[in-house]
Every structure is written in structure tokens, then in C-alpha cells.
């Protein structure tokens, strides 16, 4: 297709020339672009697909930098990004040192305020209508939210706010049914009787006091165009319901929403994406969760699975196809998922409640105060833990061993591998009474053979993998299969001892003493941030018994780590194999010149 329009368009001030009936013909160059790129590229597709009319309205109608726009999540922003000067660097997106994923703040003046986590589009565009108002200015401030987001409880927090005040706010719903998987919860039901026209309640945007239009077609330029001019003129907080089709213009897209969310690469001419190889794989550990819980609740009748909006991400949805009853999908809703799941346990449940490491975070007073304070023995599974990729900053799950191991009663554990991961499922379901997190983390792991029979893990137990006499490296989680591989290239072998101490809280304390009292060094190796986890735990055991042997602490820098693929990720953070051998011959080398 040749770009007619697309080619001229750098800006939205670009964009403004045209008139109104060439943009149906640019939307179909946009929505062109956006697929050709992420289908050899790789990212998320569907999304950005089903706004493409929307964006491009919303930058012809407002004055956009100076009118502010937010686009919840993010995945929805690609058309955004290419019609607001980032058209040429596009095919970067993701990639190591090209540009983001999601809007970014320090990116463009277009990106109005940074996002990657769902919800925050109504507050962020409220504090800045409230900041305008207060300033005296006149611009316009629009939260583009979709469906699945704004039943999340800080999407009512802000409505419930922004119905008080006067301030010029415009809130766009994008109302496709599905955030990454299909959207759940009795407000999906009522939206769904809103567009079918039997919804018999009062309207419930117009009982928060916002000026309600809609529901309108979000693919009409005409009925978009006519609407939008209008709401410019309305004061105060203003609501309009758009329906839309998550991933519009690609057949594949549109019949399969979950997979095409973010579907890797993909014919950009059929949309087909390439059979797999019959090679087979170890599993994904999300996988191996889900494939385990089932094996376990099967047997355990009163194990329930939890998982807020990510059934197909944690694999949970093996546990809802098998056993319905028992797994829930609590839509983006991460603090009602942790004290629903505190809810159960007092009633002799055993929650599973899977959430990803980056968005526990949402529910952090939840684990304190609802599940840690009360010592229920919920079972936290957290997902993409460490460094998750090309979704960058937003979802690395790099805080989580920092962020729990200040919780009293709380264990943390680590599974260095698939089996590890399943026979701790199977401990802690047999009766514990504290809460525990065991984080894993995205990909696969390394074994074929990991479906062996179960087998007790002892709480607080860390094992040692390899004897040697000189530097003891310390590590927790699946990096020790890099510490392995690491040791058997080493000149130094036999002087390498390898701990995998699998819980940071609680400490094995017993094995510390013997790894001190008969090495010369020590090193702590982690996938998560270097403040505050595991090598600090370490640390500060080595501070309070007075060993006085060099400690070398290997993790995540204290910063925002940006987007790239894994592997590059952790060569820029010195925890890949040749960095990490690296450390161990120079400790080596001061060792043995001291």
C-alpha cells in the first residue's frame, strides 16, 4: 500500500491539514504501518488496531501536545507514537535502545504522562485538569481507558473524584470486551447491556455526575469527528462510551483477540503466524504452575486459584477450563485478588493467587496488612519475576525480593528450576500457616523431564549444588543454572563451591555459618534489585555474626532498567555467564596476590 498521507504526517499539526474524508484512507495506511512493523518487530498488536480512527481524531480535534492526552496501559498507543514524530524510529520499538513500548514521559511532549499498568489515566489526566484549572489555563485534558481497566478500583477512584469537581476532563472508553483476555465482572455485563440497549439502571457514569454521550461507533470518522467537536465545548467532567474492535483491519486479529494481543512475529500480508517446531521445549514456568495446580487441586479440594485479568498469562486458565468452580478471574483488580485470597484462607481455603511480580505491587498494603499482619497462609504465585524483556521498566518484576523480605511472617522462596517449582506447590498445599511468595520468572526453564513425583521441600533449607574450598557463590532462583555453567568453564572448578539457598526468608542460617567458616569469599548472585534483597539479607547475616570475608553482591543496579530482549538485558547488568565468570577469576586473582 502506498502511504498517500501517512508518508507527509510527522505531526498532529500535519495531520490537521487534511480534511475530514481523507482520514478513513489514512487510518487504512496507519493500521498498514503498525502491522508490517510489529510483524517482524514483534509487540502488541491487537490494541493499537482497534484505536487507530480514535487516535487519529483525537489529534485532529485537539490541540494536542497543549491538549493532554493519556492512554491507559499503553499497549493501545501505536498509532499515537507514529503520528507524534516517532514515525521513522518505529521499527526501534522495544528493541534496545530504540524507543518504548508504552508512552513515556521523557520521550515526547505527546506523551503526556508514562504508563505501562492499568487504571491510572483517569487520576494522572485529573491532577492535571485540577493543575490547569488552578493555573488558569485553558486546554483540554482526555483519558483514553478501555473496558477491562476502568472496572479496576483506582479507575473509580478517579471518577469518583473527578464527578465532584468542574474541571475540563474528558474520559474515552473503549469498550471492546477484552483487556488481555476477555474482560470479566458485573460491570462488563452492564456495558454489554448498554450497547444491546436492555440495560434498565440508571445510567452509571451519569450517577457520578460526568456528562454521558454513547455508546458511538469508534471506527465512524463522521459520528467521532461530530462528537469530539462537541465535548470541546462542554465544561466539566464529560464521559463519551466509544465500541470498538480489538484488533480491527487484520482478519486473525479481530476472530482471535488473545492471541493477537501480542502475538510475536506474524505474516503482515495473510496474518498467519508460523507453526510451531515440532522440537520439543522445556516448559514455560507459567506453564508448569498451571499444569501443576490442576494436578494439585484435582486431588486437594480445597485448592482455588486466583489471578487478577491474566488467566492466559499465568496460565491459570488450565485450572478454569478444568475446574471452573475453583479459579477465578478477578479482572484488573490486583488488591481485591490478595484480600479475596486472605478472605479464603481464614475458611480453610488454600489460595494460589497468581499475579504477576511487577503488579503485586498494587497490592502491596493488601499483603502486609490483610494477609502478613493477620499471618494467613495465602500462597503467593509471582510470575515474570527479574527482568521480563521488551516490556521494560513498567513490568520488570526486579523489586519483589526487596520489597516482601521487610514483611514479618512471610516466606520467600525461589524454585531454581521447573521441579523445584512444582514440589514447593505440593509442600505448601499439604498445610502451612504463614503466607509465602515463590517468584519465577518468564520463559522457560531448562528440563525436559520435570513432571517427577513430588517430593517435601523443608521451609528455610538451602542446598549445596558443588563443594570447593575457596569462594562460595551464593545464589537464588533459576540464575544457578548460569552459575553452573559458569563453574564448569572455569580454570578454578574445584575451589568453586555453588549454594542454592532457595529462601530468602527465612535465611538458612545453619548453612551461612558452615559456607563462612570455610571460604575465603563470598558472592551473592539475584535477578531482582541489589537494594534491599537477598545478597543485603546476606550482608547483613555476615555484619551481625562478625565475618570479616569479602562479600561481592551481584544483582540489578539501582535504577530503572529500560527495554531490550532478556539476554541483553542482563549482559548490560553483568549477571549473564562470561560477566559473571569474569567476577569469579578477578576475585580469584585478589585472592590469591593478597
Not at 32 to 50: D, M, P, Q, R, Y
Not at 63 to 71: F, G, M, S, Y
Request: proline share 4%; net charge negative; charged share 20%.
Amino acid at each position: 500500500m502506498k502511504n498517500k498521507f501517512l508518508k507527509h504526517i510527522n505531526l498532529p499539526k500535519d495531520l490537521r491539514h487534511l480534511q475530514p474524508e481523507d482520514l478513513p484512507q489514512l487510518a487504512q495506511e496507519l493500521r498498514h504501518f503498525i502491522i508490517n512493523i510489529v510483524a517482524t518487530k514483534e509487540g502488541h498488536l491487537g490494541a493499537s488496531l482497534g484505536v487507530v480512527e480514535l487516535t487519529i481524531a483525537l489529534h485532529y480535534i485537539f490541540n494536542t501536545p497543549e491538549d493532554q492526552l493519556i492512554w491507559d496501559v499503553g499497549h493501545q498507543a501505536y498509532g499515537h507514537k507514529i503520528l507524534t514524530g516517532r514515525k521513522d524510529v518505529f521499527d526501534t520499538n522495544r528493541q534496545l535502545g530504540g524507543i518504548s513500548g508504552f508512552p513515556k514521559r521523557s520521550e515526547s511532549a505527546y506523551d503526556a504522562f508514562g504508563v505501562g499498568h492499568s487504571s491510572t489515566s483517569i487520576s494522572a489526566a485529573l491532577g492535571m485538569a485540577i493543575a490547569s484549572q488552578l493555573k488558569g489555563e485553558d486546554k483540554h485534558h482526555i483519558a483514553v481507558i478501555g473496558d477491562a481497566s476502568i472496572a479496576s478500583g483506582m479507575a473509580f477512584e478517579g471518577l469518583n473524584h473527578a464527578g465532584v469537581t468542574d474541571t475540563n476532563l474528558l474520559v474515552i472508553l473503549n469498550d471492546n470486551a477484552i483487556g488481555i483476555d476477555p474482560s470479566v465482572g458485573a460491570l462488563k455485563q452492564y456495558l454489554t447491556n448498554v450497547k444491546k440497549g436492555t440495560e434498565k439502571q440508571d445510567n452509571i457514569f451519569e450517577a457520578l455526575n460526568f456528562n454521558y454521550s454513547g455508546p458511538i461507533d469508534g471506527h465512524d470518522f463522521a459520528v467521532l469527528l461530530s462528537e469530539l467537536k462537541r465535548l470541546k465545548t462542554v465544561k466539566g467532567p464529560k464521559f463519551l462510551h466509544i465500541i470498538t474492535t480489538k484488533g480491527k483491519g487484520l482478519k486473525q486479529a479481530e476472530l482471535d483477540q488473545v492471541k493477537y494481543h501480542a502475538p510475536g512475529k506474524f505474516d503482515a500480508k495473510t496474518g498467519d503466524i508460523p507453526v510451531k517446531s515440532d522440537v520439543i521445549l522445556p516448559p514455560k514456568f507459567q506453564d508448569v504452575f498451571g499444569e501443576t495446580i490442576v494436578e494439585l487441586a484435582l486431588k486437594n479440594d480445597k485448592i482455588v486459584g486466583i489471578t487478577p485479568a491474566m488467566p492466559t498469562g499465568s496460565s491459570l486458565k488450565y485450572m478454569m477450563e478444568t475446574i471452573p468452580d475453583r479459579a477465578f478471574d478477578v479482572g484488573i483488580a490486583e488488591q481485591h485478588a490478595v484480600t479475596m485470597a486472605a478472605g479464603m484462607a481464614t475458611q480453610g481455603l488454600i489460595p494460589f493467587c497468581n499475579i504477576y511480580s511487577t503488579f503485586l505491587q498494587r497490592a502491596y498494603d493488601q499483603v502486609i496488612h490483610d494477609v502478613a499482619l493477620q499471618n494467613l497462609p495465602v500462597i503467593f504465585c509471582l510470575d515474570r519475576a527479574g527482568l521480563v524483556g521488551e516490556d521494560g521498566a513498567t513490568h520488570h518484576g526486579v523489586f519483589d525480593l526487596a520489597y516482601l523480605n521487610c514483611i514479618p511472617n512471610l516466606v520467600i522462596f525461589s524454585p531454581r528450576d521447573a521441579i523445584a517449582l512444582r514440589n514447593m506447590m505440593y509442600t505448601v498445599q499439604l498445610g502451612i500457616d504463614y503466607p509465602i511468595a515463590i517468584r519465577y520468572p518468564r520463559g522457560r526453564g531448562h528440563l525436559l523431564d520435570w513432571k517427577k513425583p513430588f517430593e517435601v521441600i523443608e521451609i528455610g533449607k538451602g542446598l549445596c549444588l558443588k563443594e570447593g574450598n575457596q569462594i562460595a557463590i551464593l545464589s537464588i532462583g533459576t540464575i544457578a543454572k548460569t552459575i553452573e555453567d559458569v563453574i564448569l568453564s572455569s580454570d578454578h572448578k574445584e575451589a568453586i563451591s555453588h549454594y542454592d539457598m532457595q529462601f530468602v526468608k527465612p535465611l538458612d542460617e545453619r548453612l551461612l555459618h558452615e559456607v563462612f567458616k570455610t571460604h575465603d569469599a563470598i558472592i551473592t548472585i539475584e535477578n531482582g534489585t541489589i537494594v534491599g534483597g537477598f545478597g543485603s539479607t546476606v550482608l547483613a547475616f555476615a555484619n551481625r555474626h562478625n565475618y570479616k570475608q569479602k562479600i561481592t553482591t551481584l544483582g540489578i543496579d539501582d535504577e530503572f532498567i529500560e527495554h531490550g530482549t532478556t539476554d541483553q538485558l542482563m549482559q548490560l547488568q553483568k549477571l549473564d555467564a562470561p560477566s559473571i565468570k569474569k567476577e569469579v577469576e578477578d576475585l580469584f586473582f585478589v585472592l590469591n596476590n593478597s
